[in-house]
């Protein structure tokens, strides 16, 4: 996979996405929301590193899902990990609905 200098996926490769498993044009979803890495708290947390590079790999459909469903902040401290985000109903109801989509 193609990478950017900032460690970040290149949109729009193609690949198998981590939640539905469609092959589907694929973005980076930042565990840790980016717009809360200026934040001394989540640098102290998690260091400049981890919060740069931790994140997964999910088609369009779950990657807006899962931005629809949940603010920044709740982003970065409740569902800070694919584990999390997966064990969390509004989740996986919306990647079951993923799944059935071209």
Sequence with gaps: MKRQDDGCMESGTEGC???CGR???LTKHHLIPRAVHTKK???NLYG???MRTRGVR???LCHDGIHDLFEE???ADDYNTKQLLLEDKRVRK???WV???K
Aim: one cysteine or more.
């Design 94 to 96: 919306h990647t079951k």
């Design 58 to 60: 999910l088609c369009k």
């Design 99 to 101: 799944r059935k989509q």
């Design 41 to 43: 708290r989540y640098i």
């Design 73 to 75: 902040k709740e982003l």
């Design 48 to 50: 400049k590193e981890e």
């Design 23 to 25: 092959e589907k044009p």
């Design 17 to 19: 996405c981590e939640f």
